[in-house]
């Protein structure tokens, strides 16, 4: 078998083999086949596409080609949830709880932010003590003590991604569909999880802006997810602005906190539920959506939920005082507000651009090895609908220096107002099956 063929007949339109998939992820594993040939590949797969069949069988193929965790040992149905990622998305956080409380087991791979979007493994170890990284046993051991571990990857997983990964972000290869699910669902996969629910975003702050590319992303990762055996159902959530109201990793932790309260904001305990009721029927806790929803408000109202995360914290090593102390957490040592210079409405809030500032606070990476603050963010005080007037507080930044020219212009840039808008519906799409 030659790579020369196997790109000659995805160039010109053709379907790939089985066999042909498996010794192209092979040689990127071993090193046999060149990065020119690779990349070659992917580009010829970004303009002509992939089949179910093909996108499953790379997906598998990627999957295999390092480390899988076996998760039998424990009892009951695990269920995930992934996110392609969004400013002020701490989802993860307070819905592992929420699932986790109605006795489904939720084995969590998170992984860290870069960029403008935050990361779950970023915004746990604001909590002092916290540990993200455990080896396998003590992973399982943990899901099967208390029901939950959100915790970074172990061992090798996916290393045919990793590489692909790298030569799709310089050959402008990454918005495929085929290679963006294969990524997600190879990795996500590997972890075990009997279960997945999916959450894709779409709007000015997500990477797939268009509905109808959301669309095609989210149907190809659940039919792939559920051929690979694993269940799966997904939404698609908007991302015009940011979730919540709270963006940075200290600042994150309080707003999850405050959902387990009761008191979190109206969009985030949408999603939260919307999604969550997907996981408790995937998990066989509940029959429908809506008797789901039911369960997973009730963990919320007898305090379970936030017990389940108090129980985590203090299994991974965390000050388990940040539940009803958040100063336990690093402190930015300004707060800074920027007030509305006119009356109207909020039109616009561009989530991208409010991920940036908080990550030239130094609440984000520009680069892997970047140090975060974990104690830097932003507090939106409105959202978009809302009537505001002069000399409201649109936003409070949080700061360790008072000099924020660069982040206030950039707020101020993308945080509009006008007199009129028509809101996007939060979730856009739920797809069952």
Known sequence: MRMLDIIDTKRNGGRLTDEQIQYFVDGVVDGSIEDYQISAL????????????????????????????????????????HSTGGVGDKTSLPLAAMVAALGIPVPMISGRGLGHTGGTLDKLEAIPGYCVELTENEFIAQV???GLAIVGATGQIAPADARIYGLRDVTDTVDSIPLIAS????????????????????????????????????????????????????????????????????????????????????????LLLTLGSQMVVLGKKADTLAEARQKLQQTIDDGSALNKFKQMIIEQGGDANVIN???????AKYRIPIQATQSGVVTQIKANEMGIASMLLGGGRSTKDD?????????????????????????????????????EQLIRDNFLIGEHVQKTALVREIITD
Request: proline share 2%.
């Open 42 to 81: 992917l580009m010829a797969i970004y303009f002509q596409g992939m089949t179910a069949a093909e996108q499953t069988k790379l997906t598998m193929a990627m999957l295999k080609s390092g480390d899988q965790l076996d998760l039998s040992s424990i009892p009951g149905i695990k269920v995930d949830k």
């Open 144 to 146: 099967k003590k208390i």
């Open 183 to 270: 990524s997600i669902l190879s990795k996500k996969l590997a972890s075990g999880t009997d279960a997945l629910v999916i959450d894709v975003k779409t709007g000015a702050g997500a990477f797939m802006q268009k509905l109808e590319d959301a669309q095609k992303l989210v149907h190809a990762l659940v039919e792939i997810a559920n051929g690979a055996g694993v269940k799966s159902m997904a939404i698609i959530s908007d991302m015009n602005q940011p979730l919540g109201n709270k963006i940075g990793n200290s600042l994150e932790i309080e707003e999850s906190i405050d959902v387990l309260k009761g008191n979190g904001p109206a969009d985030l305990m949408e």
């Open 325 to 331: 102390d958040y100063s336990v957490m690093p402190q």
């Open 371 to 407: 140090k975060l603050d974990y104690s830097v963010g932003l507090v939106l005080n409105h959202k978009i609908g809302d009537e505001v007037k002069t000399g409201d507080t649109l936003v409070t930044v949080y700061s360790n220096q008072e000099d924020i020219t660069q982040v």
